[in-house]
Structures are given as structure tokens and as C-alpha cells.
């Protein structure tokens, strides 16, 4: 078996774009449900990261790695499981950037939607949807 590495760029590509669409829905959320609803910026973080949890799920799911598998439980709490992990990188770095270095939490949530993507991607790839490897020739 051997990496297949055009396939990693062209998955990494599409979990960009799908990470482009949750990361905004994530920073509009944030933006809506604190600075509309007056709701605190930490629950909002934490609201808005959980529905775009959920969307990228979907996306990463079906458009990304299209997994068309019925393990969808399994690999939602895999999913899961990284998101808890992204979502304790991002609100950790959104208190950071509000409370301690005073740049405001918006940019913290811009700043940490690129950490997350580059910790959340191999993640998802080699432990929540799997990649198939390709048998080289050598090996047959």
C-alpha cells in the first residue's frame, strides 16, 4: 500500500472549501448572536462552533471524503470528538485575544479558524473518514 498524495491535496482542497463555508457560519454566528442578540461572546462561540460543527460534518462527510457509509454514529462522535478538540484550541484563543491581549474576540475567531483547520484536517482524515490507500504495483 502507498500514500496516495494527490489525493491528500484534492481532499485537503475540498475540506478547504467546506471549511470555508462552516468557518463562516461560525464567525457570523459569533458576530450575530453576541454583537444582535447580546448574547456573552463565549456562548456565543460555543453555539456558533456547534453549528458549524454540524454543517461540516455533512460537508466533510459526503462532498470532502464521500463517505457514503452507514456508520454514521461512529463517525459523528469521531467528529465530534476532534470539533470538542477544535472548539477547546478556539475558544481558548478567543479568550486570549479578548480578555488578555485586548485585540477583540472577532479577530481571535478569525486567527483561530486557521489554527483549528490545520490541526482538524489530518485528524478527520486519518481517524474519523479513513482515506483508502492505493496498492502499489511493487506490491502485487
Aim: without cysteine.
Amino acid at each position: 500500500m502507498k500514500f496516495d498524495f494527490r489525493s491528500y491535496i484534492h481532499k485537503s482542497a475540498k475540506y478547504f472549501v467546506v471549511g470555508l463555508i462552516t468557518t463562516s457560519i461560525f464567525i457570523g454566528g459569533i458576530y450575530a448572536l453576541t454583537e444582535f442578540f447580546g448574547i456573552y461572546y463565549l456562548l456565543s462561540n460555543v453555539i456558533a462552533f456547534t453549528l458549524a460543527t454540524v454543517v461540516g460534518f455533512l460537508g466533510q462527510k459526503y462532498f470532502t471524503f464521500k463517505n457514503h457509509g452507514k456508520n454514521y454514529l461512529g463517525q459523528l462522535i469521531h467528529f465530534t470528538a476532534v470539533a470538542i478538540l477544535g472548539l477547546g484550541i478556539n475558544t481558548g484563543t478567543i479568550y486570549l485575544f479578548e480578555e488578555v491581549f485586548q485585540f477583540g474576540y472577532m479577530l481571535g475567531a478569525v486567527f483561530s479558524s486557521g489554527i483549528v483547520f490545520m490541526i482538524k484536517f489530518p485528524l478527520n482524515n486519518y481517524f474519523t473518514f479513513k482515506p483508502v490507500l492505493v496498492e502499489s504495483e511493487d506490491s502485487v
